[in-house]
């Protein structure tokens, strides 16, 4: 390939809001068969509201729980963190983050604290399991009846003690962007640590253009699944934006990632950023990637 034009694609690139890391990255984008979209903060904005948060057990206040689960959410950078904390605060709840005395990350389910000797585990009905909680069959049937689509489950010492939901909207144009996808012959799926149920709500707000969906996963499950796309349709793209995605990011023949939004680790990961959170870069980027194929072939 000619020095010249591989520069020439690599400013049109970036005109266009895409940071490529090397000339071969908008070859290897050229050449995708199928793209693995992420959701939260990737197909959505990763903007949540809380649509309810309830307490479960009466030995606890509601401003208490709302003050433990703030305080340990200011530690996370996760969406629904953002979120949570906001939330708080609009019941005039002040967060105390130098309370939390411990905490430990864990990716696709949440997030452990302590807090004034407390134990308290925030996330999905994984966290649940690793909490030891000892309500585990309950956990599922009080998530019932929420309203939002994520659901979170807040567990203190071994008790369940709250609960709430949040929903997300998808970004404008990301619809746009997978139907220009297929026009392309490029299929587009998703994958997801959230919920089923939230990655249905995410499909049908898209008006049912992904032709996969595949939810509750962890990163190594995200990196498993882009190898099975791999072996069934060949170069593969992956656009994602958290710490969970950084290892598919990697895995992918393309990784791109999210960089207004994006995690550290995801934007390092990846083979390609998108400055902006306009999905529709991402087809765009593909046709130039073919147009560069085809001038230095
Ligand atoms: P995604 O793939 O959709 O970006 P993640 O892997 O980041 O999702 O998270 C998966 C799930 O783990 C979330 O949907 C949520 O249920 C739970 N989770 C992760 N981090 C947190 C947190 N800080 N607080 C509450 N729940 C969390
Ligand atoms: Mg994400």
Redesign the pocket.
Known sequence: STPVATFCALLRAARMGLLVKGGNVLESLGEVRVAAF????TITRGEFSIKDFLVVRDKVQMSQLLYWVSSI?SK?S?P??AALVEYAQSKSIQPKPEDVTETCIY?????YGAINGKHIY???ERIMARSSCRQQEAGHRETDGLKGV?V?LVICDGDLVGKFSLSDTCRTGAAEAILQLRSMGIKSVML????EAAAKHAQEQLGGVLEELHSG?LPEDKVRLIRGLQARHGATLMVGD?M?DAPALAAADVGVSMGLSGSAAAIETSHATLMSGDVLRVPKAVRLGRRTRRTIA
């Open positions: 992420d959701k939260t903060g959410e996370s996760h629904m963190a990716h696709g389910e949440g997030i925030i996330g999905n994520s979170g997801t640590g959230d919920s996963l958290g969970n």
